[in-house]
Structure formats: structure tokens, C-alpha cells
């Protein structure tokens, strides 16, 4: 578990970050969304122990990453946003030696390497110099040396840029087996469609406060609910019936019925008689659209 508590940052005198306080439950994936400079990546290179608060603390399963850093970091895995290998070294060999410092025998370590490398995708480029890798061969390279120690809590951030349908599918994977493990899992991400479908809880952050902490659910309840339904004919007769329930946008023969809070059986019943309903469904707003009621920012001028 990882607790953040009455985090302050500065840098110089611009304040980054303010009294931030929240905690990474185990067994849960944490999503943790915000605007570009909303203070994400100093939040998770303070929690990793890489730069200190001017105030507050990070506990990692209790244990201080100011006052005790080592037993903190020992539990503690985290994937940066930008991860850098610019080495003249291949990547099966820098595998090994990573895991050396955790006390691999080497033939273990090639082993345990030779195995994580085709599970991220990178089988067959285990010998290619890992200065000659892409950005996105970089990151699956960093989600694979993240794994070595088997720490409880993980930090990933922003680690979806770059990453390939496939990248993204293996991330997801992984994320799910961590949870199913009981570990706590703090990711960001700016495509808030992923983060919407792989998070338990989501903390908002704000030019550098916490501005909300919701689970999905709550997330789910907030959104504004919509009907859709697809029709075979869409017109005004229809539209008028419609708005009786909520504001209809038509899209071909598709009509959104927003803000609907109604019986869905009682849309089929007032319009069987007169039209085909080939499909009727319920829709809740994306996190996207949560994310900019909380904020109170038009998602149409900021982008996320
Ligand atoms: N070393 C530093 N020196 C000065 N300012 C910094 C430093 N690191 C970060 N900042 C500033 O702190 C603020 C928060 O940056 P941070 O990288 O934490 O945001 P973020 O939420 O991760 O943004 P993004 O989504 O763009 O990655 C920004 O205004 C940034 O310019």
C-alpha cells in the first residue's frame, strides 16, 4: 500500500504541489488523471524516492521513502515516463545485471530475462543494444525490468505513450495479474478510455491538489446517463416523443437521448406501434467528460 501524506513540492517558488494526500489501496488499480503540469510525474518521482517533498512523507507498506528509504524502495517498483536506456548494452545482458543487484545467479537471470522479453513482446530483439531500441521497445523493456524484485507497489507513469494495440494489450494484462496478486498499482495516463477500463478508483489532481478521489462506480453514477437506441426511420414525430425524456441527438438512424433518467421499457412502449427498434442500450459519459465537470474546464479548449 502506498500512502501519499500532505505531500508540498516546490520548485524554486512555484509550488507543484499542495498538501497532496492520498493512499494506493493493495489489490487495487489506481488511475491518476490530470492535465499536462497537473503534477503527476512529481508525485510518482517523490513516492520512487528520486526527489524529496519540502513537506509530508510517502509511506510504502508503511515504510518512510524521507526517513527510510531503502526498506521503502525495496517494495517499490516504478516505470518513469520517459525511461532511459541510451546503453551501449544488450538488453538480455542488462536484464541480467539488473537482476544481479537483486541477487539472481546469472543463468537464473537470463532464464527469468529470455522469458520476460517474449512476454513483453521482444523476443527475438534480446541481443539488439539497448541504444538501439524505439521508445516503445524501451518502455516494454522497462515494464519487464520493473517485474524483477516482485515488489507490492507499483508506479507506472504514463507508460501507455509509445506503446503499440499490442504494447497497450500486454500492459493491460500485466496490470490485471499484479492486481489479482494483491499488489497496489498507481498509473497515469492521458488516454482516459484505458484508465476507465482498467482503474478501481481514480484520483484527480489539479494544478498540483487533489481536486477528487472517485471509484469507477461513483465514477458510473456521476456520468450523465444516455439512451441510445437505432431505429429504422428517424423523424420529427419521433424526436418529439423523444424529447420527452431527454435532449435526442440523431446520428443516421442512431438518436442519444442524454440526460435520460427513465424506464428505458417505456421509450419501447410509446414507439413500438410506429417504429423498428433494432437496438436499445444504455450509455454512461466517459471519464473524460467526469474528469471536466470536476475540474470545471470546457473539454473542448483544454486538451487532456
Ligand atoms: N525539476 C523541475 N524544475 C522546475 N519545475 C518543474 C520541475 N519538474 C516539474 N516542474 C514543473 O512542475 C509542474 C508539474 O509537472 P509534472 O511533470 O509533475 O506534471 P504532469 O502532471 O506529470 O504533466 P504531464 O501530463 O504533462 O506529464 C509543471 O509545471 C512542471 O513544469
Known sequence: MLEIQHVTKTFG?????EDETFSVPDGEITGFVGLNGAGKTTTMRIASGVIFPNSGDVL??????????????????????????????KAIDYFVYIAGYYGYSTSEARKMGMEMLEKVGLKGFEKRKLENYSQGMKRRFALAVCLISNPKNYLFDEVLNGLDAQGIMYFRNLAASLKKEGKAILFSSHILSEVESLADRVVFIHKGKIVKIMTIDEIRKFATPSLVLRVDKVDNKLLDKLSKFGEPLVNGNQVMVRDF????????????????IYEMKMEYSSLEE????????????VHI
Open 261 to 276: 433518467k427513465d424506464d428505458p421499457s417505456k421509450v419501447n412502449s410509446i414507439l413500438s406501434s410506429e417504429y423498428k
Open 60 to 89: 510504502v507498506d508503511g515504510y518512510s521513502i524521507v526517513k527510510d528509504k531503502k526498506k521503502a524502495s525495496e517494495r517499490l517498483a516504478w516505470v518513469p515516463e520517459l525511461p532511459i536506456f541510451e546503453l551501449d548494452v
Open 290 to 301: 467526469v474528469f471536466f465537470k470536476i475540474i470545471g474546464v470546457n473539454n473542448e479548449t
Open 13 to 17: 517558488r512555484f509550488k507543484v504541489l
